[in-house]
């Protein structure tokens, strides 16, 4: 009926690391870091100016009163989720995609997994080598080099370089750029409010199409919901269970609404602009070049990270730099023909955001149900450590039907309850969708004895 997991004896100590930085295996334990490395890693994530612009494109919607909550209640609410989703993955040292085959079975989490990073982290990856883009014309407007289209394409390739290195590449670049970045965007905000007005003008400016808060919330969400549900892809990676769940926490909870805030209420004081031009007529052009580049690649770096992680557990036998450089060149295109189609307007990454934050929660709610509620409450694996098993030989379901189920119902809910009702952020709708889903399906399947799984599927030595 569902599965048994690895027998005594299992082949795990043989795995070979077929695909690179353990794509598809545990990784062990002279390759666990700590909470400090971990943090610097998210923050690095978390530096980026598609943070800024995701602020400023509230501006369009919420006014300066509403994207300070919004800002807040949404990444309390990403903090939680990835909290819970991360601490699987450092409890268990494995991917997201592979943690997904328990709860989805393994062609669900295939399918799970081309959703969550296969396909939005890739695209996540375009989006922010568009707006490297919008950032190079904005520092050097009158540049051919900098036209939004061309710094696209070679920005882009220059961003690959330490997502094929993994997660070494990763944590060296965000030592550098975090602590400059968390000092340069709040000044620019200071210096803005000093120059346009002060904070009357601030809170007295309205938005161009205003909206509920619950929009902004579900938008917030829908920003870093790609991130909140891989964290397990870092916190695998850690060296005691807490150490990156506890990194994510503090990142998103304490960090994110500052360049969120910052973004938003610049941009509510300089309606429609660039705000990287508008930085650099404030004499800020050396500060917004180095963190454009800097801030840019220490984050899309991770997004094709995380992509290639999913498309090695998708797609046997290409290795994980493989498929780095895939996704890189393609996203690079996409790119440039969304620089060729919007230019420097935000609506693109608006619609993006809330996007994501309607398809991507359920998947996390149904992995959190999984692990917290459904294995130690109704098939009785309550020791955190072991309650997933993995490695050569452990049998998985090929498709956990009642795990798919909470994903399409909280997918669905996310999109319709909130075009009945606006005050509802359907982020929170999907995400509590799929855990309830999930919980219910499998009570029934497992008091009734019917079936949660159909087919059955044995890890390789691959981990594939």
Known sequence: MGDKGVEEGSLEAEAKDYYGD????????????????????????LAVWAAVFGGASMANILDAKNILIASILGSIALGIIAFLTGLIGSYNGVSTYVILRHSMGRFGSIAAGIVISGISAALWFA????????????????????????????????????????????????YLVVPAWFLIIPLALAASISLKGGWDQLFSVEPENPQGLAAGITFVIGLYIVGAT???DITRFSRKPLDGPLAWFVHVVFFMPIILIAGGWLQLLAPGSNLAAEMTAMGMGLAVLIMGILGQWTTNDNNLYSASLAWVNAVPRLKRWVWVAILGISGTIVAVLIARGYGISLDALLSFGTLLGTFIPPIAGVMIADYYIVQPLFLGRKDPRTRYQFGPGTLYGAIRWPGITGWAIGSFLAYWLPQQY??????LVGLFSGIVVHIVLMAVCVSSKIPYDIGKWRETETGW
């Open 127 to 174: 989006f922010e080598t568009w707006l490297f883009g919008v950032i190079m014309n904005g520092v050097f407007p009158d540049s051919f080099l900098a036209r939004v289209d061309v710094a696209a394409a070679w920005g882009g390739i220059l961003m690959m370089t330490t997502a094929l290195i993994g997660y070494r590449g990763l944590a060296s670049l965000s």
């Open 230 to 232: 891989i964290a397990p």
């Open 22 to 45: 353990f794509a598809t295996l545990k990784v062990p334990p002279h390759e666990r870091r700590t909470f400090l490395n971990q943090l610097m890693v998210f923050l690095g994530v």
């Open 422 to 427: 606006p005050g509802i952020p359907g982020a």
